[in-house]
């Protein structure tokens, strides 16, 4: 079987995405990172016995390496241009979350994939998680009959009085995560069940919670939401409640369908576990009224599969990649490229919704080039540009917050320790 040969853009995240080619017997030829010196580690790390990872700090001089497929893992919200250029070479996309930092971008990506032989896939692994696979599979079976509705939570809580915590997770006052509005990181709620419905959004409304840090806490963070509450209804007439990247309540990551027979969820704070509930009148042969289970994998990469990050998602989201390249098609809803894109616009126009009382926008389909051409221009967005310019778009449903002259003076100080 051929070794695919993997670039990775982003030291960081990157390296951790790259472990798993590796363990499906890739070679990482050479990894990019605009600071040299942690791309010569990086380097060094993923250099394996049968390949010697190149290190640099220029992606222009990196994409010109024998690659089949690159690991964009970059800043959040900058993997579109260098995604297309990319496609320009015919080198195969696997992208981290989200696709498109603007809607222009969506529009951009999508056009320049269309002149390439490129496999484009969205780097989204919750869908991947052992619960999640459990939910697609009872969905897949039809004994929930018509989904209705859905719900996904990504909620991930701070230590607030934690200073080393804003150390790490924020590294420069203009770094994008200070930046980042409520419903912007959605992939990882909205991503599972888009895979377990096959629904796909059509129009879009959000509202926010604001809840700024306290005045002792060092911070350099411009939005002090802290839940986007984002409501889709979509192409089959269900509706999904997501949020983004919340920090409500305890740490879970939750999901929920609910047809006109039956629900199923994986349990907040329970594991592994799942709920699969159905209406007395509906109970399927074989089954209970009410069924709480641990799923199985069955899948002959399990012990592989529980040593990878993010539950196994790692881990099976790189194999299903290089399965799509070895068989020569783009990956199914919604790891495709317009599943991505459509992903992001819930992401992007969720909070234009919410800065603008609620008001529904509808999200574009970009496999037409008339809805395409509405949005060709528009590059509004909440964060500084790679080029130093300033955000077009308020972060935060106070539009006028900032942090205090405290919280910035214990940031920086923090910076220099």
């Known amino acids: 079987m051929k070794r695919y040969k993997i670039g990775v853009f982003g030291a960081g995240r990157g390296a951790d995405i790259a472990r798993n080619f590796m363990m499906l017997d890739c070679d990482i030829v050479a990894v990019c990172e605009v600071n040299a010196e942690h791309a010569a580690g990086a380097a060094k790390w993923l250099s394996g016995d049968t390949c010697e990872t190149k290190a640099y700090s220029d992606f222009d001089e990196f994409i010109k390496e024998d690659m089949d497929a690159v690991i964009i893992a970059n800043f959040f919200h900058e993997h579109a241009p260098y995604a297309i250029k990319c496609f320009e070479r015919g080198i195969h996309v696997f992208s981290e979350c989200i696709s498109n930092g603007t809607m222009a971008e969506g529009v951009e990506l999508i056009r320049a994939f269309e002149k390439s032989n490129s496999v484009y896939m969205i780097a989204e692994n919750y869908p991947q998680m052992l619960f999640n696979r459990e939910i697609k599979r009872i969905c897949d079976t039809g004994t929930l009959g018509k989904i209705l509705y859905a719900e996904g939570e990504y909620n991930h809580p701070g230590n607030r009085r934690n200073a080393n915590y804003a150390m790490n997770a924020e590294a420069r006052a203009k770094h994008w995560r200070n930046y980042t509005p409520r419903s912007y990181y959605i992939t990882h709620s909205i991503g599972p069940i888009m895979w377990a419905t096959g629904a796909t959004p059509k129009r879009v409304v959000s509202f926010a919670s604001y809840a700024p840090f306290m005045e002792d806490v060092p911070s350099a963070n411009f939005n002090g939401d802290e839940v986007s509450i984002v409501t889709t209804l979509n192409d089959d007439g269900s509706i999904f409640r997501v949020t983004g990247c919340a920090k409500f309540g305890g740490h879970h990551n939750s999901y929920r369908v609910c047809g006109t027979k039956g629900q199923i969820e994986n349990l907040r704070g329970m594991g592994e576990q799942v709920m699969l509930r159905y209406n007395e009148w509906d109970i399927p042969e074989g089954m209970q009224e009410i069924n709480l289970y641990t ?122 320790k």
Request: charged content about 25%; some cysteine.
């Open 295 to 416: 799923p199985a994998w069955n899948d002959p990469d399990e012990e592989i599969i529980k040593s990878s990050g993010h539950g196994g998602g790692d881990y099976l989201t790189a194999r299903y990649f290089l399965d799509c390249i070895r068989e020569g098609h783009q990956p199914e809803h919604p790891f495709d490229i317009h599943s991505a894109v459509n992903m992001s616009s819930v992401a992007i126009l969720a909070h234009r919704s919410m800065l603008d009382g609620g008001m529904p926008y509808d999200i574009p389909d970009f496999h037409l080039e008339e809805e395409r051409a509405k949005w060709e221009n528009d590059r509004l967005t909440p964060f500084y540009g790679s080029d130093g310019s300033a955000p077009t778009l308020p972060c935060c449903s106070h539009t006028d917050h900032k942090p205090t002259e405290k919280q910035l003076d214990l940031y920086f100080n923090g910076l220099k």
